[in-house]
């Protein structure tokens, strides 16, 4: 029977622990840059709208006439 890698299983552990506080850190960020919505799911990029348009997102429009 092999005997059991204790090293492994408590890297493992550590690994877990600093993915959960990594996680927890990033969930903090988007609350405090309101990544949120109203119900506290989170948004994806996608989704998130910027507060002021950029310009390239609007049209271009020149009237030769003016």
């Known amino acids: 029977m092999a005997t059991p890698n204790y090293g492994f299983e408590k890297r493992q552990k550590e690994l877990a622990k600093k993915r959960k506080k990594e996680d927890k850190l990033k ?10 919505s109203e119900d506290g799911t989170e ?5 998130v709208t910027p507060e002021e348009p950029l ?12």
């Open 27 to 36: 969930a903090k960020s988007d609350r405090k840059s309101g990544h949120f």
């Open 43 to 47: 948004l994806d990029d996608a989704q």
């Open 55 to 66: 310009a390239t997102d609007a049209p271009v429009t020149q009237n030769p006439s003016a």
